[in-house]
């Protein structure tokens, strides 16, 4: 009943168009005060130490990362190096728009980032070249899931602080799934573009102007290898390799593509304050949520729940799934990986799966609702390019955003997808 009451107090207070990070504290702070008075005096301590934490410093220098990319010319040059060697392709700036993405979503960590900063470029160019308007935002946004899922990955990080489990670990557990997204959608474009006749112009390729692509690009190509080798291999820690990325980026658009100024790292810094700076409030207020939950012994009620049940570990793995793609629907990555994480991974666990394999999971899932009605923040990013109502946007999206299904099922039914490559690698998988 008291749980009934913090979730009713939860929606009443979204309801009323508060910002979700108030609308969780001021539900849990009225719950404490109606149930555990005595409590009160913590609050203060259990928001500060829920943002304490050296994981939280990669997630904004991953964030600028990504803006010093866009400011300093990486992003472009990334784009024109997938253009030359895609775009003799049938459906060629289909294709490159899916491939920039998972290079992209290698450096930044976040999918929003990976709709503006690559929609901006190709959905004009898109149009230009023949696909209809929806097509083109439509698969600037289903692409962008992967920015969250392909390491490094903002997401995980979040995951990681409240699983427990090893960063490098999970970045490398999301690596499969991101790539398997990524070739389900390349197929897929190539397949729509043939019979609806899309990019119809065969551009003969030229080895000399793709070799120069090639040499322009590699600073920018190199940086996701970069990152997820000195993660994944122990050379640094996760906010050790964010901050090499930033001094890496800084470099690069200063004295090789000598596009950064001082006013463009200035403007990074702002959009990266913001964004990050409201990620860490949700982080904060959703800590208090989770001891609430803790001190009712909800993650232990309905982990028994569950094993009554007498289901199989894949039944309970695909209930799962749909309860996280309808929970990502209505709510942001960030504050549904931390109410959810401490409630279905201790359920998962007594089922035999990872928690590498649930990570992935949840954030392959919650990836898909970046790109669903009525929250999708890649939906809104691609309407503020291109105005295009957020519905034609995601109709565009769909029959793309079915090959992440697709891979979503994959991995939750086969858990190797996700942890024999961090096995391989020497990471424990529990």
């Not at 149930?35 to 994981?55: C, D, H, K």
């Not at 397949?191 to 070799?211: N, Q, T, Y």
């Not at 906010?239 to 930033?246: D, I, K, L, Y």
């Not at 939950?293 to 309970?316: C, H």
Request: proline content about 6%.
């Amino acid at each position: 009943m008291a749980m009934l009451i913090l979730l009713v107090l939860l929606i009443f207070f979204a309801a009323l168009g508060i910002p979700l990070a108030f609308a969780i504290g001021a539900s849990c702070v009225t719950y404490i005060l109606i149930y555990a008075p005595t409590f009160i005096t913590m609050l203060p301590q259990r928001v500060w130490n829920g943002a304490y934490s050296e994981l939280m410093i990669a997630m904004p220098l991953f964030m600028l990362a990504g803006e010093l990319m866009n400011t300093g010319g990486i992003t472009q040059r990334i784009i024109n190096f997938c253009m030359e060697l895609l775009r003799p392709i049938r459906g060629g700036l289909g294709e490159v728009n899916i491939v920039a993405s998972m290079i992209f979503g290698g450096i930044s960590g976040s999918s929003v980032a990976d709709t503006s900063a690559l929609g901006s470029i190709l959905i004009p160019a898109m149009e230009k070249e023949g696909y209809p308007p929806e097509a083109s935002a439509g698969i600037t946004v289903a692409s962008s899931t992967m920015g969250m899922i392909i390491p490094p990955s903002t997401p995980m990080i979040v995951y990681s602080m409240i699983s427990g489990a090893s960063v490098g670990a999970l970045f490398v557990a999301g690596a499969v799934p991101g790539i398997l997204i990524g070739l389900t959608q390349l197929v897929l474009v190539y397949i729509i573009s043939a019979k609806k006749g899309w990019h119809p112009e065969k551009v003969k390729f030229d080895g000399k102007r793709a070799a120069k692509s090639l040499l322009s690009g590699i600073p920018a190509l190199i940086m996701p290898l970069f990152i997820i080798i000195c993660v994944s291999f122990g050379v640094c820690t996760a906010s050790e390799s964010a901050g090499v990325a930033v001094l890496y980026s800084m470099l690069v658009g200063f004295f090789v593509y000598k596009e950064l100024t001082w006013k463009g790292v200035w403007e990074a810094l702002k959009k990266t304050l913001i964004s990050s700076s409201s990620i860490m409030l949700i982080i904060g207020f959703t800590t208090i949520f989770t001891w609430v939950l803790t001190m009712q012994k909800v993650p232990q009620t309905v982990g028994a729940f569950f094993m009554s049940l007498n289901m199989p570990a894949w039944a309970i793995a695909l209930i799962f799934d749909v309860l996280i793609l309808m929970i990502g629907t209505f709510i942001d990555v960030s504050p549904a990986i931390l109410l959810l994480t401490p409630i279905l991974l201790p359920v998962m666990v007594q089922y035999g799966f990872s928690p590498l394999q649930f990570g992935a999971m949840m954030i392959t899932g919650l990836a898909i609702g970046l790109v669903t009605p009525p929250i999708g923040m890649c939906l809104n990013a691609c309407n503020k390019i291109n105005r295009m109502p957020i519905i034609e946007i995601f109709k565009g999206a769909a029959p793309y955003v079915i090959c992440n299904v697709i891979v979503l099922i994959s991995i939750s039914l086969w858990g190797p997808l996700t942890t024999a490559l961090p096995q391989l690698l020497g990471y424990s998988i529990f």
